[in-house]
Structures are given as structure tokens and as C-alpha cells.
């Protein structure tokens, strides 16, 4: 099993260009999350899922986007992208049985807004 | 608002002593908090997970304790080695069904040889 995986590693953007950061899991969890990191704060949940066809926001949401067409996939789309979007984003995954789960992350993808 | 608090500073130990690093939380009553591991570059790796109803809990070296009373977590690393050195991320369960983490902003644990 790879795990979570996300693509791109590393990106640049210039201030007002979109993209999509990719994640993919091959554990067939049904849950799924978005996080940004910042130096020196913890995680921040930006959206969840919860099951193909079902997202929902977290704390942090503007300004971004998501869609969960297969149990598999979670791309999270940035349109507009401003400088305080530079952050380290991660996908992760979990299986909760009982409620309970522990999630699984991806490496992470360092973007920056100039 | 919950509100979660990790030492800020970071903490040195010397090889083969206990690290303790702590969790406070307010403003909440989690079913379950976990505790992560992160190396720098990479994302957080599970380590542990202890429920409300659970005073502690151990995985070969490492110890939690959880206390609703204090809102308070403990976690701990016996014999701590070089590669015990990374952020520690304490994280609470919230939100029910969904599985909702919200993290503390972590401790950097460094073991000098």
C-alpha cells in the first residue's frame, strides 16, 4: 500500500492563479481531510469528508474548494490564490470503527503565493 | 472556542532519560485524544490514542496518561533516544461521527547523545 499520497511536493503560484493539489488513498477509508500547517500553529482542518458524493467545511475554508467523486480521491482546489494561502497543505485519511480512528497523512504539499 | 496547549519551548533531554511533554485543553470534553508524531518535511505519524475512560495507556516505550479532571494529558518517552527527536502533535477528538481532530501546535523534543 502507498498510503496517502499528494502531488505536487512543491509549488509556486503568482497571486490570483488557481490550482488543485491532488490526494489519493489506497486503504479504502471513507473519511478524508484537508489541513494547512503554518510555522508555528498547529494543523488547521480546511474541509472533510465523510464518503464519496459528501464534504463539509472545517475551520478554515475560504478560498478553498473540494469534490469527492470516488472514495479514493480528494483534490482540494485554491481559486484566486493570495499570499495567505503560502503554507505547507496535508491530506490524510482515516477508518474510524466505533467512532474512533487515528488518520493517516500524506507528506504534504509546500505551496507559495507571491 | 477549545483551545489546546503544548509547551511552546522546546525540550532538550540527554539520552536514556524520560521526556514528558504536555497537553492542556479548555473549553472541551473530548471523547478521545490522540498523540502524533512529525519529522521535519514530512506528515504527522500516529502514535497513540486514549479514550476518556482511560487513565493510561503504553506502546513499548511510550506512555499516555489522560486526566478529564486537569484537562490534561501526559505523554511520555522512557529511555529516550537521538531518533526520539521530532515534534510531538497532541490532538482532540471532537465533532462525533465525523472524526474531527483539532491539534495542538506541538513540541519539539530534541535527545542530545
Known sequence: ?114 | SQKIEQNSEALNIQEGKTATLTCNYTNYSPAYLQWYRQDPGRGPVFLLLIRENEKEKRKERLKVTFDTTLKQSLFHITASQPADSATYLCALAYGGATNKLIFGTGTLLAVQP
Open chain 1, 1 to 114: 500500500n502507498a498510503g496517502v499520497t499528494q502531488t505536487p511536493k512543491f509549488r509556486i503560484l503568482k497571486i490570483g492563479q488557481s490550482m488543485t493539489l491532488q490526494c489519493t488513498q489506497d486503504m479504502n477509508h471513507n473519511y478524508m481531510y484537508w489541513y494547512r500547517q503554518d510555522p508555528g500553529m498547529g494543523l488547521k482542518l480546511i474541509y472533510y469528508s465523510v464518503g464519496a458524493g459528501i464534504t463539509d467545511k472545517g475551520e478554515v475554508p475560504n478560498g478553498y474548494n473540494v469534490s469527492r467523486s470516488t472514495t479514493e480521491d480528494f483534490p482540494l482546489r485554491l481559486e484566486l490564490a493570495a499570499p495567505s494561502q503560502t503554507s505547507v497543505y496535508f491530506c490524510a485519511s482515516s477508518y474510524p470503527r466505533d467512532r474512533v480512528g487515528e488518520q493517516y497523512f500524506g507528506p504534504g504539499t509546500r505551496l507559495t503565493v507571491t
